[in-house]
Structure formats: C-alpha cells, structure tokens
C-alpha cells in the first residue's frame, strides 16, 4: 500500500482490534526503532512534523470516508490523542483484510468477506459466483446456473472458473432475463492497474454472453483489497469503478438515497 | 575522577503521599518557553501536560491496567504546607490526576490503587548545592538518558515473554503498539524457523522494516498467525535471497555487502514493489540495481518525472563526455541528446 495515510489508517485499525480506545501518539510508532520511514513518509507527504502529520491524515481518512457514504470506524481527539472504536466489526474485517493481502490461496475468503460487507451497502440480491462454481464442477452445469441469472447458453468456456464474474449484484430494477448486473471483481492485493485491466477484460467477454443485454447495459467494478485515492486514479475515463476496502464500511446512513425532484 | 553527588541536609528519602499534595512546578525545565504559568495555576499546567504537545493521557491505560510501578518512584522536592513539588515525573502525575478527578469514568479500584504514590525526596532546594543537585539530576535524566536497547536485544527480549505469558498479556502490561511488536518478532521468528543468522554488522532493522512491505510478503509467501505472530509458513528459498537482496550474497561464511541492493531503510519500499513484479524481480536479480528494476515497476506518473529529469540531464551528460571531441560519434551524440531532451519536453508539455 504506497498510501502512507492509509497504512497508518491499517495501524490504527490493528491497535484498536482488541480495546475500545487507545491513544496512539507518533512515539508509538517510533518506539520499536527510531528510524521509522513510515513516520517520514507521512511527515513527507503532508509537509509537517510527524506528530502533526497525523492529525492531518485522519481528517484526510475522514473526507475519504465521507466522500463514501461510508462510515469512519474510529473518532480521534487531537487533543489527548486518543481513538475511539465506533466500528468494531469494520475494524476487525481491516484486521482479516491486512491478513488476507496477496495470499493467493485465501482469495476465496477474500470474496466472502468483501459479499458479507457488500450485503450491508446494496439492496437486491448479492451472489458469489465462485460458490456454485465450487459445487458444480462441470462447465456445462454451472453453465446452466448462470442462465438462472440472465446469460445465455455457454457463458463460461472450458477451462473458466467464473469468467471474471467474482461476486454479482442483481440489481432491483426490470426482470430476468432484463435485469441489470452489477459485477464487482475482487483482487486481493494492492492497487494495480494492469490486474484490473486484464480481469475487466475477461469479465467483459462473459457479460457479452448475456442472454437479452448488451455489456453496456451492466456495470463493471475492481474491488482491491486497498484504498481508492485521488493521486493513484489513472487519468483517463475508467471503463470500471475502482473501489476499496473503505466501499465496504458501513453506510453513514441507513438510506441514502436522495429524492431530487 | 568519579564526580561525586553533593548532598546538602537532608538525604533523599522514600515515602508515599497523596498525589492531592503535589504540585507542579512552572519552572520546570520541560515547559521551556512555550507555556508560561505560575504556581497558582496548576489546573492550567494538568491541561498543558495531559493533553498535546506532552500526551500524559498515553499513560492513562498502563495507569489502569498496572497501577503505579513502585521500582519508579516520582521525585519531588518539600514546598510549603506539607505539600511536595514534583521535580521529576510530572507526566506520571498529570495522567494520575486526571484519573482520581474523574471518579464516573475509571473503576473505584484502579483510582484507589493511585490514593498514595511513592515518591523519593530530594532535600530542600533552598541552597545552592541543593539547587545544583536537583539541576544536575535533570540534565543526566533528560538529555544524557539512557540507550535503548538494539532492536534484535528488543525482539529477543519480546519473543521469550510472550512465551512466557502470551501476546495479549504483554501488549497490556507493556503497552506497546501491536505494530512494535510485530516488527521485532516476526523478523527474529523468521530467521529462527529457517535456521538463519544475522552477522553482528547487519542491520536487523533493515528486516524489520522490509517485512513490513506487502510486496516482501507476498515474495517470500509469508504466511503470520494475526493472533500469536507465530510464523505459518515461508518460502525458505525466497527468504534467504531477499536476506542477499538486504546484505548481500553469502560467501562462505560471511556476506559480500558489494552485492546488497538496498543502501538505507528507505529503499525497503523500493524492492517490494520490484519484487512483485516478475520482470522487475528478474532485471533485480541479474544486474544487482535496484534503480534499474524500478523503472519497470514506475506508475505513469512516475516514469513521467524520470523522463523529465532524464531529459535536462542527457545534453549535459553529452556534453560533459564529449568535451574537447571533435569526432562525428561526439558531434552525433550532442546531436541525439538535445534532439531527445526536445522531443521529451514537447511530450511532457502535451500531457500538461
């Protein structure tokens, strides 16, 4: 994670997993060795001595999780430096998250805990892909399955798990087989632009085997097992929404949605 | 000649007291210059030592959790009316404080266990030697101090406690940062479970500091139980060449530092990027540079100011080495690089 707001955001998280509140000042990170290029960085990169670095990068982590809809799991007090747990359950799936990272063995775990967060921001249903996978190990059955969700005949091509189609969310809107599709893409690693690119290609070709919508009636989303800033975002239009672990906290508020007439 | 501590009157002496007949001192060389108060203002002195920029709340919790640790008794000196002036431990007492004024927020036990705290006494300051003690005594504690131990002293020392009481217990009683112990005992479980050493000249820190990097994680397939630190599995090949990666390749006994491609701690994060990266890994593994695999591994952005500077830089290298060279090859080469600086500059100014 080349974000050094978020890797103290991931301390934070870590120091806060087993207590309600703790306060965590620069010298606790300090007090393993005294060269801390972690503490550097984030004086670096907000141009101030360490201890007021931090003050900064939680406000930052703040607007990053307003600008979600997505609720901070933590409250600071600048004053006596000291954090307070508002989400634990959140804290604890950063903790896994952190566990999980790049282990390309436990990418299964890495989708089942990324569907049960998702399950607390969508309406609709949400579907693993990758379970009935699992199930129906011959192609031409879980073929089948996915016809059950709006694809034609033979979506998946021999030698495919799941045709990029990690986890859907089946929109509430028209009915099957005219129901959109949202398709989240799980890599659990950090940011990386060119895994997405070839993820969302493989993904694409699947949805072009839906059986009454053409591509461009679903949406497409990466989801990384890091965080979306501003300063990693290519410049270019995306043909996916990138998203990150902080897409997965709790909603700010339980309806969001806004009525504008 | 051993200079010999000059005690005037009385000798120190050990005693409880209530924390109630403490005071602050606004003279206190810890104030410096940035926070004037006197006497008579001591809730002004709790605020300024609890809260930022001295964080006396950090010690709240190890307060609760341990009471006060007797083998550290604060220092203080006689005022007037029975009351003590604290000379040395002023944090400790501002941390005591807030819990013994905030009855509805800690459990009656642990503000009970702070009703008396010991405190060793320094004769009356009235005289000059007596003042001098006292000046001298804060100067060897605060500006000689003490050395912390090596990193590796720190692991060892981690790694046999929590055998002994197990992680949860330590991380209380010590209150230390998850992080902090992470960083010094997996590296040491690390070199433990593969059998491995590190000579007395090579940074442990440096190890540290590159298992903290997802990208040195993932290369050495590390796999940490999250709730003990105990290490599950490595790629024990992988390790030992990012050990040759950190110091240096093996020769007979020793390591060849010549052939280590990290010069400081910053460049931990360098090689973890480059070591997730097959064609990085490989230029890495080949040429021994770790600026020349980067540049595999450099975002847009970044490939972006490499060319930038490669651009100002080129017509001068070409010039520099070309100097007093008359030869078609020279003139080509000064040629070919302000041809390239132009041509990368127009790039550059498009992308604006």
């Known amino acids: 994670m080349p974000n050094p707001t978020f890797t103290l955001f991931e301390a934070i998280a870590v120091e806060l997993s087993d207590t309600d509140s703790r306060v965590l000042t620069d010298r606790d990170w300090e007090r393993a060795d005294e060269n801390n290029p972690f503490l550097d960085e984030l004086g670096r990169q907000y141009s101030t001595s360490r201890e007021q670095a931090i003050s900064l990068a939680v406000a930052d982590m703040q607007r990053h999780f307003d600008a979600r809809n997505s609720m901070m799991p933590f409250v600071y007090d600048q004053d006596s430096g000291r954090f307070c747990v508002v989400d634990k359950t959140y ?12 282990t390309g063995v436990v990418s299964k775990e890495f989708e089942i805990a990324v569907l049960q967060r998702l399950a607390l921001r969508v309406t609709g249903a949400i579907h693993r892909v990758g379970f009935p996978r699992n199930r129906l190990r011959k192609i031409a059955a879980c073929n089948i399955h996915l016809t059950g969700l709006g694809f034609g005949n033979g979506a998946l091509r021999s030698r495919q798990k799941d045709g990029g189609l990690d986890i859907i969310w089946i929109l509430p809107l028209g009915a099957f087989p005219y129901k959109p599709l949202v398709v989240v893409q799980c890599k659990n690693g950090e940011l990386n632009w060119k895994d997405a690119d070839t993820s969302y290609a493989s993904c694409h070709r699947t949805l072009h085997k839906h059986a009454a919508l053409t591509q461009d009636a679903h949406l497409q989303c990466v989801l990384f097992n890091d965080y979306v800033t501003h300063d990693v975002l290519p410049g270019d239009a995306m043909q996916y929404v990138p998203l990150g672990l902080s897409d997965l906290a709790s909603p700010l508020s339980a309806a969001p949605q806004q009525v504008i007439i | 000649m051993t200079p010999k501590a000059e005690i005037v009157g009385n000798i ?17 060389p810890r104030f410096g210059d940035d926070f004037k108060a006197t006497s008579n203002q001591q809730d002004q002195i709790q605020k300024y030592l609890f809260d930022r920029p001295n964080f006396a709340s950090e010690l709240v919790d190890s307060f609760l959790e341990n009471g006060f640790i007797e083998y550290e008794p604060l220092v203080v ?37 702070l009703n008396l705290v010991p405190v060793i006494t320094f004769p009356s300051a009235q005289n000059v030697a007596a003042k001098n003690n006292i000046r001298v005594y804060l100067g060897v504690r605060h500006l000689f101090g003490f050395r912390e131990w090596p990193p590796y002293s720190k692991a060892l020392f981690l790694d046999a406690e929590i055998n002994r009481s197990g992680l949860s217990k330590i991380l209380k009683e010590m209150r230390l940062t998850k992080d902090t112990v992470r960083r010094l005992v997996v590296p040491l479980r690390l070199l433990v479970k593969t059998d491995t050493t590190l000579a007395s000249n090579e940074d442990f820190w440096v190890l540290a500091e590159a298992l903290t990097r997802t990208g040195t994680k993932q290369f050495i397939s590390l796999n940490i139980n999250p709730d003990t630190y105990e290490v599950v599995s490595v790629n024990k090949s992988r390790f030992l060449e990012l050990l040759e990666f950190l110091y240096g390749k093996k020769v007979k006994q020793s390591r060849d530092p010549a052939t280590k491609v990290v010069s400081e701690t910053r460049e931990v994060k360098l090689l973890a990027k480059v070591l997730v990266s097959d064609k990085a890994y490989k230029v890495l593994a080949k040429s021994r540079n770790l600026e020349d695999a980067a540049i595999l591994v450099d ?25 007093g060279s008359k030869s078609p090859e020279a003139e080509d080469l000064r040629i070919n690089a302000i041809a390239f600086a132009k041509a990368a500059a127009r790039f550059l100014n498009k992308q604006k």
Do not use: C
């Not at chain 2, 952005?301 to 017509?315: F, T, V």
């Open chain 1, 91 to 102: 804290l604890a799936f950063i903790g896994a998250m952190i566990g999980l990272r790049s």
């Open chain 2, 299 to 323: 975002t847009r952005a970044e490939g972006m100011g490499r060319l930038q500077r490669l651009a100002k830089s080129a017509p001068i290298i070409a010039k520099q080495v070309t100097e």
């Open chain 2, 12 to 28: 120190p002496a050990f005693k409880r007291v209530s924390p109630d007949d403490l005071l602050y001192d606004p003279e206190n």
């Open chain 2, 77 to 113: 000196r006689p005022a007037s009316g029975g009351k003590w002036v604290i000379v040395e431990g002023n944090r400790r007492l501002a941390a005591i404080k807030h819990i013994r004024s905030h009855p509805l927020e800690y459990a009656l036990a642990a503000i009970q266990r």
